[in-house]
């Protein structure tokens, strides 16, 4: 049932990661939520959390960052690390692009990379498993069971297909990523469908699904803004910090065409006003891909 | 609290005249409730009703325009504090800022740079608006002669910043007919700001830590006779700034303070963070935005982050219906018809590109309602299949006849095969599932 | 001699001085309610004098009259006597009501029988050099006598004229003349020989895209004599109303114009011969139809209708002749088609909405009509909004696997064991099941809902280990009916696709209902009412209607069925002109509300796809009795 109320609802905590004590190996968990209020106007929040996504097969990944990061991209634990240590991301979201190859079947080199990963890193992490129904409940499965314990942020579940990665957080106490497509409502109905299959929900972080600025991006502004909204007011199910990882920010024709003294710059300030709107919005943690646009963001976010 | 149409509809004659060109009175109450016809529209209601009805159309936050002919902006005028209510009507003008203590050419470089900069995105024209001239010289014909080489108002909108009663003077000799944003008047020196921006006519920005303050003070320059203000919330901060600026477009809105109701002026410069300063001003209120000059990168980013905030959200924004070539497609390239929406466009786009799948894009015109939408509403039907796949040829470009169609037009699949004659294969709901769905199940 | 003017009607009569105004009345014609006499003593015989004098003594009635009706010149007809040429209103409350025949229409209470058509008996004097009056004006001054309309106002078609004289003198000056209330006056429709005022008729159609319904009324008592149904001839030139109006670009108008009207003279003839009458005494036809076929029946072009800006020729009530349209009736018999609100909500809807009695109630009423596209209204006696969309075929059986018609074999009631989950079934006739007919798909949908076997989008849970639930070739499915059980030897299912198809048409539905709501600023518990319309209603179970969001939540004893809507309203316009009157003003105040122009159209139909819909706030019931059921299964709370 919807929880109402005339006060209005505080967003639910969501803890990311686990240290020693919480059962993990972090050396800081993160706690996201608590808001009261729309973001910069009250109190209860913490600064949102720069994430910087990875992946285990660069070959999907956008050249501007291939070229930036060199030979980090055919290392995914090294890559991590930077990230974390050079770059200082507050988290690191991998990606399994593997997963996109035809006929992808090893699932052993998920856990094992999952687990190599953690090894390098000492933050909370985000992993994002795959991207097809047929292979999601092995994929899901597998990085599950090597972090467990360790309160992953599992991605994505979505209306079709949710069951797996729910699975997989229930089994081995992960939180999840549920994505829908642009909408308040479908976001709605997939918390609850969330719920209905037993997902906390202190354990749902919300991914209403970002277009890349330029390119819808105002439609994924303004769902944010109405979840959050309706969460401020009593909606429930709306309740829960917000991720926003814009996928295809890097791949837009302003960077691409960018003249290539140019293209590095333009990546950056693509993926900066995209997350900045992003956070204006309400978003809890912002994924990006551009090394340089983390620096940027937490400079924007200090103070 | 906008009145319901129902409430409104009882106090129209419910003669059903149409002389407000709606065909009945209820229809005109439901477009007044949405505010989106004028009371005055309906000849045939007293003024006590008009004025009723009326108070709850005039807009909350003032129009305010800087600058004169072409290039002049119009800010302000805004009814709703969210985009997704309704929509944001004006832009706010991006305003670079220079100094007159900066040399001739760096100024008119940077002036060269406003004027003629021009990025297209979706048959727009995006531009920065204006230029700022900030007096930091401590002499006034200085300050005259850099605004001078701005245009002096003549070409760009201007913003005239200075804080010495001398400068203005200056400044407005020269540029004072072509209405540029003085700026700022504080509890300080109101008095004399307000009386020469209102020999010129011209809009003034006013200047105060805290919305009391600001309405203060904004109440007293109205009252004198500058009708034409701008809110500068003197923000410490930029989160300051934005909880401050929402503070103040919700009283307006909500009209609990009309002398609040005025566009907000942001100096995107102050806090060290001009992007993100930019980003807060375009999403939060801000009608005015002053700005250091800008990199490429930045300006671009900023000027489609404007232009995406300030879209109608409920006016999707529509890609030309035709047939698009991806990936080189072939003869035996799979035809995948779509809706004009632009996000199911782009989606689309970038997940088959990534696939390197050829194939062809086949987009009917649904008025840029998705997929969803255009079905349940009937506006993507088998008649505009077929039409539209004669409209652009597109038989002549593959050797077969088979049309993969999205997963939520499954209930017209039948249709569709009986008005065009072709194959119809049911595709996959969600984009993404595209690619996979193609290499399992295309064969020409 | 002083004459007496009698308002509203401007009825005349020339009387000596001295006369009462009731005997002024007698002679205008107009029937006083004297209960008393004409002695005074009854005051029943109220009227006003507007212009002029009587002589009356008010005080010694003072009694009778409050003081308004003194300021207003009240007096007693038959105490006042006339002194000049004086204006006198009529209060209706002074007048005897018309006696009035009830009749009862199916499905609805009864209505007076008021009909537009009547037949006056007259014997006439034969002509003389001393009275030479033409046949015409000798004929309608008898009419008149009869209390019929006065001649200067009855208009005399020429095909009438020219056997006039005929009939007269061969029916010895003895006939009965069939006279029409016309827009702006009378017709004379018909003189026959002799006494026939025992047989006039009248016949209700429901012109439907796919089938015609004909009732047939004996227009003298009040009777339904016979009715009839069949299929519209034009399905040969296409099954929908686009491709018929398709056709009609393509090959004229004529031929599905031709079609329409043998299908209802189909129709007509069978009824006729069944009822043993005359086609040539059926006077009055009137026609609801959905506004393409109410064109193409008359020969109007419907092109314009089915693109933007879908703009259909006329939308007010037509009459003509049904000799001029091929109807088969007599040919000079008025041949009336129901008024449009736009092309999409046409005649038939406001049928639907006669049919209801919403326009005549203060609560609102909400009233859907199902089919491949739907319409909705919401309103009551002071306002009302419509809209119209696309369910898709779902509903109705089309666009799942087994889905059909409501045919024999089709299952139409399923209720599905909580535990166990076996499926216990009816289908219509009886026989074993070849299909599933929309009710009961809806059936299915809530019991697996109710069941848990679905989630709240329709996904199939397919963790669940049962065999009936099982992965299916292309979609999860669940086995309604095992093959040995049914009549086509393969198993019976119904699959994810499907159920996800049937919640898109279903909240095509309910978004429209919503959207008429939000537009009035009410809630679904101000909805007095929910009546549906068409076949589909018949067999709808309302709870389970409810259960999966079909409509806006309401108790089950609110909604109602009103059948074949547009055959209904149709009886009640042919039986009662006072409604038949009321058609054109109801349909122009009714607003449309184009769902596409809505922004907030797709917000909600998104959110009604969902079981039962997005906030469960909306069906608080509903939320309950499936907690419970749940419960039962000992299956998590909701609210966990
Ligand atoms: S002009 Fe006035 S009276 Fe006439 S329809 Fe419009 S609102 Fe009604
Ligand atoms: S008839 Fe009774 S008072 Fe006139």
Redesign the interface.
């Known amino acids: 049932?919807?929880e109402?109320s005339d006060e209005g609802l505080t967003i639910r905590e969501v803890r990311l990661g686990a240290t020693r004590e919480e059962g993990g190996t972090r050396e800081v968990s993160y706690v996201i939520g608590g808001e009261r209020d729309?973001?910069?106007?009250g109190d209860g929040a913490g600064r949102p959390l720069v994430a910087l996504e990875i992946c285990d097969d660069p070959r999907?990944w956008p050249p501007v960052v291939r070229d930036y990061v060199g030979d980090l991209a055919n290392d995914t634990a090294e890559w991590a690390r930077a990230a974390e240590r050079t770059y200082g991301a507050d988290l690191v979201r991998l990606n399994f692009t593997s997963t996109k190859q035809?006929g992808f079947d090893a699932f052993d080199a998920i856990a094992a990379t999952t687990e190599e990963v953690l090894a390098a890193t000492a933050r909370p992490l985000i992993v994002e498993g795959s991207?097809?129904?047929e292979l999601d409940s092995e994929v899901f499965r597998r990085c599950g069971e090597a972090g467990e314990g360790e309160r992953l942020l599992l991605g994505t579940a979505?209306?079709?297909r949710y069951?797996s990665v729910a699975a997989a957080a229930l089994a081995y106490g992960h939180a999840v990523i549920a994505q829908s497509?642009?909408?308040?409502?479908?976001a709605?109905?997939l918390n609850?469908?969330l719920?209905?299959t037993?997902v906390p929900q202190d354990r749902i972080v919300i991914d209403p699904y970002a277009?890349?600025?330029?390119?819808?991006?105002?439609?994924s502004?303004?769902?944010m803004?109405?979840i959050r909204?309706a969460a401020l007011s009593g909606d429930a199910d709306l309740a829960m910090p917000m991720i926003c990882a814009p996928t295809?920010t890097l791949?837009v024709r302003?960077v691409r065409e960018?003249a290539p003294a140019?293209q590095e710059?333009?990546a950056?300030?693509?993926e900066?006003?995209t997350a900045?709107?992003a956070i204006?919005?309400g978003a809890s943690i912002v994924c990006v891909r551009h090394p340089l646009t983390v620096e940027?963001l937490k400079?924007?976010l200090e103070? | 609290m906008a009145m319901k149409a129902l409430d409104i509809y009882k106090h129209l004659p419910k003669t059903n005249c149409k002389k407000c060109g709606y065909p009945t009175c209820l229809a005109f109450a439901m477009k007044l409730a949405v505010g989106k016809a004028e009371v005055e529209a309906c000849p045939d209601l007293d003024p006590d009703t008009k004025s009723l009805l009326g108070g709850v159309t005039r807009p909350p936050v003032r129009l305010v325009t800087i600058g004169a002919g072409e290039r002049s902006i119009a800010v302000g005028e805004e009814f709703v504090l969210f985009r997704h209510e309704k929509t944001f009507y004006h832009p706010p003008g991006i305003m670079v800022q220079v100094s007159d203590t900066w040399p001739e050419d760096e100024v008119r470089s940077v002036v060269e740079t406003v004027k003629e900069t021009v990025v297209q995105r979706v048959g727009q024209d995006l531009v920065v608006n204006g230029v700022a001239v900030k007096y930091e010289s401590n002499r006034p014909e200085r300050f005259a002669a850099t605004v001078a080489l701005a245009g002096g108002g003549s070409t760009l909108p201007l913003v005239l910043i200075a804080s010495d009663p001398a400068a203005f003077e200056a400044g407005l000799a020269v540029a004072g007919h072509y209405r540029p944003l003085v700026h700022a008047a504080t509890e300080e020196n109101w008095e004399g700001l307000a009386a020469l921006t209102k020999r010129y006519g011209c809009p003034l920005a006013v200047r105060a830590a805290g919305p009391a303050e600001l309405a203060s003070l904004a109440g007293k320059c109205a009252e004198a006779g500058t009708p034409d203000l701008v809110l500068d919330p003197a923000p410490s901060s930029l989160a300051g700034f934005i909880a401050t600026a929402t503070e103040i477009r919700r009283s307006a809105i909500g009209r609990t303070e009309p002398a609040l109701g005025y566009p907000l002026y942001l100096d995107a410069g102050a806090f060290g963070k001009t992007d993100a300063a930019l980003a807060a001003g375009i999403l939060k209120y801000a009608g005015i935005i002053v700005t250091p000059p800008l990199a490429s990168a930045s300006r671009e980013a900023a000027l489609t982050l404007r232009q995406n905030i300030y879209t109608d959200p409920q006016k999707p924004i529509q890609v030309t219906p035709g047939i698009y070539p991806i990936n080189e497609p072939g003869p035996d390239a799979p035809i995948l018809l779509t809706v004009n929406f632009s996000l199911t466009y782009f989606t689309l786009l970038g997940y088959l590109e990534a696939s390197r799948i050829p194939c062809y894009l086949f987009i009917a015109d649904t008025e840029g309602l998705s997929v969803l939408t255009a079905v349940a509403g009937g506006k993507l039907t088998e008649t505009l299949v077929a039409d539209s796949l004669k409209k652009f040829g597109v038989a002549d470009l593959v050797d077969h006849r088979l049309l993969v169609i999205p997963g939520y037009a499954a209930p017209l699949s039948g249709k569709i095969e009986d008005a065009t004659g072709w194959k119809v294969l049911v595709g996959p709901r969600d984009a993404a599932d595209l690619p996979g769905y193609l290499e399992k199940e295309w064969k020409a | 001699m002083p004459t007496v003017t009698f308002l509203p009607g401007y009825r005349k009569a020339t009387v000596p001085e001295g006369a009462t105004l009731l005997d002024a009345a007698r002679a205008a014609g107009l029937s006083m309610n004297v209960v008393c006499g004409g002695e005074g003593k009854c005051g029943k015989c109220q009227v006003y004098v507007k212009d002029g004098t009587v002589s009356f003594d008010r005080e010694k009635y003072r009694r009778f009259f409050s003081d308004e009706e003194i300021a207003r010149g009240a007096c007693l007809a038959c105490q006042a006597t006339v002194a000049g040429d004086v204006q006198v209103e009529v209060p209706a409350g002074s007048l005897i009501e018309e006696q009035k025949i009830l009749v009862e229409v199916p499905g609805m209470k009864e209505i007076p029988l008021n009909p537009t058509v009547r037949k006056y008996e007259v014997r006439l004097e034969p002509p003389s050099l001393e009275d030479t009056t033409p046949d015409l004006a000798r004929l309608l001054e008898g009419v008149e006598r009869q209390s019929g309309p006065p001649p200067n106002r009855v208009y005399a078609p020429l095909g009438v004229l020219c056997y006039l004289p005929q009939v007269l003198r061969r029916s010895g000056w003895h006939v009965t003349a069939t006279v029409a209330l016309v827009p702006g006056g009378y017709r004379l429709s018909s003189v026959d020989e002799g006494d026939t005022t025992g047989r006039l008729y009248g016949v209700a159609v429901d012109l439907g895209t796919t089938t015609i319904v004909a009732y047939l009324w004996s227009l003298v008592d009040g009777r339904i004599l016979a009715t009839a149904s069949n299929y519209n001839r034009q399905i040969s030139c296409g099954e929908d109303i686009l491709s018929r109006v398709n056709f009609s670009r393509r090959s004229g108008l004529t031929r599905l114009q031709q079609l329409a009207a043998e299908s209802i003279n189909e129709a007509l003839t069978t009824a006729a011969d069944a009822a043993g009458i005359d086609r040539e005494e059926i006077f009055e036809v009137m026609i609801a139809g959905n506004t393409v076929m109410t064109h193409l029946l008359l020969g109007i072009d419907p092109g314009y209708m089915i693109a933007e800006p879908y703009v259909p020729v006329v939308r007010r009530m037509l009459s003509t002749a049904a000799g001029r349209i091929g109807i088969a009736a007599h040919p000079n018999a008025g041949v009336y088609t129901f008024p449009a609100v736009s092309n999409f909500i046409g005649g038939d809807i406001i049928a639907d909405i006669l049919a209801t009695g919403m326009a005549e109630r203060e609560e609102a009423t909400l009233m859907v009509d199902i089919g491949t596209n739907f319409e909705a209204v919401l309103g009551n006696s002071d306002w009302m909004l419509s809209c119209a969309g696309a369910a898709g075929p779902a509903l109705e059986g089309g666009e799942v696997l087994f889905g059909m018609r409501a045919n024999p074999g089709a299952i139409e009631r399923v209720r599905i064991d909580p535990d166990t989950l076996a499926p216990s079934f009816s289908t219509i006739n009886g026989v074993r099941p070849r299909g599933i007919c929309g009710s009961g798909l809806i059936d299915l949908l809530a019991e697996l809902f109710r069941a848990c076997v679905i989630d709240r989008t329709g996904g199939i849970n397919l963790e669940l280990d049962h065999p009936r639930v099982r992965k299916g070739q292309y979609y999860p499915e669940f086995v309604v009916a095992w093959k040995e059980e049914t009549s086509i030897g393969k198993d019976i299912v119904i699959t994810e696709n499907d159920i996800k198809n049937l919640i898109m048409s279903k909240a095509a539905i309910h978004a429209a209902c919503m959207t008429l709501l939000d537009a009035a600023g009410l809630a679904p518990t101000d909805i007095g009412r929910v009546c549906f319309s068409g076949a589909f209603g018949n067999y709808l179970n309302k709870e389970n209607a409810v259960t999966i969001g079909l409509i806006p939540e309401t108790p089950p004893e609110r909604v109602g069925n009103i059948g074949n809507g547009a055959i209904t309203g149709a009886n009640i316009a042919l039986v009662d002109r006072r409604r038949r009157k009321e058609l054109d003003g109801l349909a122009r105040r009714i607003t449309y509300i184009e769902l596409n122009a809505d922004p907030s159209f797709m917000d909600r139909y998104t959110s009604s796809c969902f079981l039962p819909h997005t906030d469960f706030a909306l069906f608080p019931h509903v939320q309950q009795t499936l907690e419970a059921c749940r419960a039962r299964q000992g299956v998590r709370s909701w609210q966990a």
């Open positions: 049932m919807t109402q729309l973001p910069f106007s999907f035809r991207n097809e129904p979505e209306a079709d069951r497509p642009i909408d308040v409502n479908l709605k109905q609850i469908l719920r209905e037993g277009g890349a600025l330029g390119y819808g991006f105002e439609y502004y303004s769902v803004e109405r909204l295809d791949s302003e960018a140019d710059a333009m950056v300030a693509w900066f006003y900045y709107a204006v919005a940027r400079a924007a103070g």
